[in-house]
Nanobody, 123 residues
Framework: QVQLVESGGGLVQAGGSLRLSCAAS????????MGWYRQAPAKQRELVAT???????NYADSVKGRFTISRDNAKNTQYLQMNSLKPEDTAVYYC?????????????????WGQGTQVTVSS
């Protein structure tokens, strides 16, 4: 199986920074797209940023210029550097990845989610 484990959430004042990490482990052959999503109370989960295996990135308009997504393919890990944080960034942040496994002569690609990490920005 595959697990995604996030770390780096916490409480920060407005204008501060946090760096989230998400490490994938298990029987991994390769990882294609990786991304971060967030869900605030009483709101739907929304896309924050994505990154392809080749490093192409995409951001929600609300975080452009403030957040940076990156990945270390050798470590099967992705990161989200969050700067100039605002109270409206408060949410549970989830990492996501499309993971390919090789098992019994076949390749299987499935989508996985982390357990989520709380980010709270105080005003």
């Amino acid at each position: 199986q595959v697990q995604l484990v996030e770390s780096g959430g916490g409480l920060v004042q407005a204008g501060g920074s946090l760096r989230l990490s998400c490490a994938a482990s298990g029987s991994i052959f390769s990882i294609s797209a990786m991304g971060w999503y967030r869900q605030a109370p009483a709101k739907q989960r929304e896309l924050v940023a994505t990154i392809t295996s080749g490093g192409r990135t995409n951001y929600a308009d609300s975080v452009k210029g403030r957040f940076t997504i990156s990945r270390d393919n050798a470590k099967n890990t992705q990161y989200l550097q969050m700067n100039s944080l605002k109270p409206e960034d408060t949410a549970v942040y989830y990492c996501n990845a499309d993971v390919t496994r090789y098992r019994t002569g076949r390749f299987y690609t499935d989508n996985y989610w982390g357990q989520g990490t709380q980010v709270t920005v105080s005003s």
